[in-house]
């Protein structure tokens, strides 16, 4: 049994504290003392101070914060699914041999902004204990950490509400004779950014341009800088159910990889299919970004794989330097076409250390030019930069466009495109459709809307560069497709709802027809629908519905039985279902009949018991 007594408090416009004691009798404690706007907590042999610059701290204890995405997490943190929490001690190190040791040197002070930086953004924890803990420093210290870290790494109450079930679980795992107290910190600027992009996010798993404006508007108000800002966005954004799924797979297999030394074909194959649906489900590649800096994925990519690509261009990129010694190594159109060759090969394979190749270039030219060399060799490297800034643009709008649902390009992206599309194409004519279309148009993960959007992009720029086509009637093409794209994803919703709750049969074209136009009126009651559903998007609907039910009723147990990754691959190439959309239906199928998901990722990979 144990009684809690808390202070809260504002230091400022920013900073928001909450100041705990818990214990066995804490009601005569007296554990705080204020001066000013500076807020001291204190025990027997500790103190935290609470100052308008920062924190000061002498005694036992440390601080702990939930994880988040920019933060560095240790290998062996990330390899346990259940650790949550960054903890640290005071006067905890690493030895060379990744083992704690624990030193007596543990007062230290700390400034608000470094805290909400390295720490959490919005809401970071200090604590310190009296009464169960005894000795030096280091002796309390350890005591500590066998008494509590554990549980403060994976507690799932940190952040969370009033801090109450923290306490509580806190003080489960001390002494009678503990006290411990707790100052937890709130970054409000942070918070209120925080709050407001994730309500808007998670009412539709989007922002509107006219909600980025807001958001825009409202960092500036609150003074928030962009850093801070995209932490807090990733970090809303990869606790969308949704987006943690498809991110906690990604790093499961990744640290496989990391433990194995390597990535097979199969894992690059997979982790390809991830960073695909990434795309279409708007998670930004800062995530995969960090998780393949932090586990080392460049380095774990045989050699073989890439070397080809990674030597010629090391090999373009070290010529640039030779202008310094007054050769003439300037960057040739064939160059530049070998190197946006290289590109495409390490966008596709994820490869990290080809743009480090191009930022330690940047370095060198550089410190050369700072160095008095001429100045031919800035431009021959930022005509490379260029070209890959080119090539970032154009392919982040076609992958918009081909992977994300009801997507269509505003005329100031067709413009762009058109601008790019001219500059490949004065290298080397066709080098556009070769970079940005081909592979692209033969990706198994590419819908049906998706691949009609982009063949109509592709034809589309061709024929305003020809003068047979405006930008307006490209526009006008695109719209409409991604028109009929929403509303056949609206009319399976609809229908597959009807035929579970109200219909057992829909086979004949009578019974379809009544169907069509009982969803007609409602799409019209609702708003959804100005007019009367056609009947050739109807049919495909329901044809699809009828393969799905096929697939899961009659196939896909054959196939999990089986083991048949060949009967699953038959059906995928000719259901013209999209393979995003059967994949969602396995992993439904797999979660309602509580199978083993390792079993369908085996299938995947098409491997045979």
Same mark, same amino acid.
């Given at each position: 049994?144990?009684?809690?007594?808390?202070?809260?408090?504002?230091?400022?416009?920013?900073?928001?504290?909450? %100041?705990?004691?818990?214990?066995?009798?804490?009601? &005569?404690?007296?554990?705080?003392?204020?001066? !000013?706007?500076?807020?001291?907590?204190?025990?027997? +042999?500790?103190?935290?101070?609470?100052?308008?610059?920062?924190?000061?701290?002498? !005694?036992?204890?440390?601080?702990?914060?939930?994880?988040?995405?920019?933060?560095?997490?240790?290998?062996?943190?990330?390899?346990? +699914?259940?650790?949550?929490?960054?903890?640290?001690?005071? !006067? %905890?190190?690493?030895? $060379?041999? /990744?083992?704690?040791?624990?030193? $007596?040197?543990?007062?230290?002070?700390?400034?608000?902004?470094?805290?909400?930086?390295?720490?959490?953004?919005?809401?970071?924890?200090?604590?310190?204990?009296?009464?169960?803990?005894?000795?030096?420093?280091?002796?309390?210290?350890?005591?500590?950490?066998?008494? #509590?870290?554990?549980?403060?790494?994976?507690?799932?109450?940190?952040?969370?509400?009033?801090?109450?079930?923290?306490?509580?679980? =806190?003080?489960?795992?001390?002494?009678?004779?503990?006290?411990?107290?707790?100052?937890?910190?709130?970054?409000?600027? /942070?918070?209120?950014? /925080?709050?407001?992009?994730?309500?808007?996010?998670? @009412?539709?798993?989007?922002?509107?341009?006219?909600?980025?404006?807001?958001?825009?508007?409202? @960092?500036?108000?609150?003074?928030?800088?962009?850093?801070?800002?995209?932490?807090?966005?990733?970090?809303?954004?990869?606790?969308?159910?949704?987006?943690?799924?498809?991110?906690?797979?990604?790093?499961?297999?990744?640290?496989?990889?990391?433990?194995?030394?390597?990535?097979?074909? @199969?894992?690059?194959?997979?982790?390809?299919?991830?960073?695909?649906?990434?795309?279409?489900?708007?998670?930004?590649?800062?995530?995969?970004?960090?998780?393949?800096?932090?586990?080392?994925?460049?380095?774990?990519?045989?050699?073989?794989?890439?070397?080809?690509?990674? %030597?010629?261009?090391?090999?373009?990129?070290?010529?640039?330097?030779?202008?310094?010694?007054?050769?003439?190594?300037?960057?040739?159109?064939?160059?530049?076409?070998?190197?946006?060759?290289?590109?495409?090969?390490?966008?596709?394979?994820?490869?990290? &250390?080809?743009?480090?190749?191009?930022?330690?270039?940047?370095?060198?030219?550089?410190?050369?030019?700072?160095?008095?060399?001429?100045?031919?060799?800035?431009?021959?490297?930022?005509?490379?930069?260029?070209?890959?800034?080119?090539?970032?643009?154009?392919?982040?709008?076609?992958?918009?466009? %081909?992977?994300?649902?009801?997507?269509?390009?505003?005329?100031?992206?067709?413009?762009?495109? =058109?601008?790019?599309?001219?500059?490949?194409?004065?290298?080397?004519?066709?080098?556009?459709?070769?970079?940005?279309?081909?592979?692209?148009?033969?990706?198994?993960?590419?819908?049906?809307?998706?691949?009609?959007?982009?063949?109509? *992009?592709?034809?589309?720029?061709?024929?305003?560069?020809? +003068?047979?086509?405006?930008?307006?009637?490209?526009?006008?093409?695109?719209?409409?497709?991604?028109?009929?794209?929403?509303?056949? /994803?609206? *009319?399976?919703?609809?229908?597959?709802?009807?035929?579970?709750?109200?219909?057992?049969?829909?086979?004949?074209?009578?019974?379809?027809?009544?169907?069509?136009?009982?969803?007609?009126?409602?799409?019209?009651?609702?708003?959804?629908?100005?007019?009367?559903?056609?009947?050739?998007?109807?049919?495909?609907?329901?044809?699809?519905?009828?393969?799905?039910?096929?697939?899961?009723?009659?196939?896909?147990?054959?196939?999990?039985?089986?083991?048949?990754?060949?009967?699953?691959?038959?059906? #995928?190439?000719?259901?013209? #279902?999209?393979?995003?959309?059967?994949?969602?239906?396995?992993?439904?199928?797999?979660?309602?009949? &509580?199978?083993?998901?390792?079993?369908?990722?085996?299938?995947?990979? !098409?491997?045979?018991?």
């Amino acid at each position: 049994m144990h009684q809690e007594i808390r202070l809260h408090g504002h230091l400022d416009e920013t900073i928001e504290y909450f %100041a705990s004691v818990a214990g066995r009798d804490v009601r &005569q404690s007296y554990f705080y003392e204020q001066d !000013g706007h500076g807020l001291r907590i204190f025990s027997p +042999g500790n103190e935290f101070v609470l100052s308008s610059d920062g924190i000061s701290h002498r !005694g036992n204890g440390g601080s702990f914060c939930e994880y988040m995405f920019g933060v560095d997490q240790p290998l062996a943190d990330l390899a346990k +699914g259940d650790i949550r929490n960054r903890l640290a001690l005071y !006067g %905890a190190t690493y030895s $060379d041999r /990744h083992e704690l040791l624990f030193t $007596d040197r543990t007062d230290g002070s700390s400034s608000y902004d470094k805290i909400f930086l390295e720490g959490n953004a919005v809401c970071n924890y200090f604590f310190f204990l009296s009464g169960s803990v005894s000795g030096r420093r280091r002796e309390q210290q350890e005591e500590i950490a066998r008494l #509590l870290g554990k549980q403060l790494k994976r507690s799932p109450h940190v952040q969370h509400g009033d801090d109450i079930e923290l306490l509580d679980e =806190l003080m489960g795992y001390l002494g009678h004779r503990s006290a411990l107290y707790l100052i937890k910190l709130i970054h409000k600027r /942070h918070k209120a950014y /925080h709050d407001t992009f994730a309500e808007l996010y998670f @009412a539709d798993k989007s922002i509107s341009e006219e909600d980025y404006d807001r958001l825009r508007q409202l @960092a500036e108000d609150l003074q928030i800088d962009r850093y801070q800002q995209e932490r807090i966005r990733i970090d809303v954004m990869y606790k969308h159910p949704d987006n943690r799924r498809i991110v906690d797979e990604y790093r499961s297999i990744l640290i496989d990889c990391n433990l194995a030394g390597e990535i097979s074909t @199969a894992d690059n194959a997979r982790l390809t299919r991830l960073k695909t649906l990434s795309v279409r489900n708007k998670i930004p590649s800062a995530l995969f970004y960090t998780l393949d800096e932090m586990l080392k994925h460049d380095k774990l990519v045989h050699l073989d794989e890439k070397d080809d690509y990674l %030597a010629e261009t090391r090999q373009i990129l070290e010529g640039i330097l030779l202008q310094d010694a007054d050769i003439d190594a300037g960057i040739t159109n064939d160059d530049m076409l070998r190197l946006l060759d290289a590109k495409r090969q390490a966008s596709e394979n994820r490869d990290h &250390q080809f743009e480090q190749l191009l930022l330690e270039t940047g370095k060198a030219c550089d410190e050369r030019i700072r160095d008095g060399a001429d100045l031919s060799l800035l431009e021959s490297f930022s005509r490379i930069v260029t070209f890959f800034d080119r090539y970032d643009s154009v392919s982040a709008h076609i992958s918009q466009l %081909a992977f994300m649902e009801g997507m269509h390009l505003g005329e100031e992206a067709i413009r762009s495109l =058109l601008g790019n599309r001219n500059a490949f194409e004065e290298l080397d004519a066709g080098l556009f459709d070769r970079l940005f279309f081909l592979s692209l148009l033969d990706n198994k993960y590419l819908g049906r809307y998706g691949r009609t959007k982009v063949e109509i *992009l592709r034809k589309g720029l061709a024929a305003i560069a020809d +003068g047979s086509m405006t930008i307006q009637e490209l526009l006008e093409k695109e719209r409409r497709t991604a028109e009929q794209e929403r509303l056949y /994803h609206q *009319l399976l919703d609809h229908v597959k709802d009807r035929i579970r709750n109200f219909y057992s049969r829909y086979n004949t074209r009578a019974e379809q027809e009544a169907l069509r136009r009982e969803i007609s009126e409602e799409f019209t009651n609702k708003g959804l629908y100005d007019g009367d559903i056609p009947k050739g998007l109807f049919r495909d609907v329901v044809v699809n519905i009828k393969k799905e039910a096929i697939y899961l009723h009659n196939l896909l147990p054959e196939i999990v039985a089986a083991r048949d990754a060949s009967l699953r691959e038959d059906f #995928l190439d000719n259901s013209g #279902l999209d393979r995003f959309y059967v994949e969602e239906l396995e992993r439904e199928y797999f979660e309602l009949n &509580q199978l083993n998901p390792e079993s369908l990722n085996q299938i995947r990979k !098409g491997l045979n018991p």
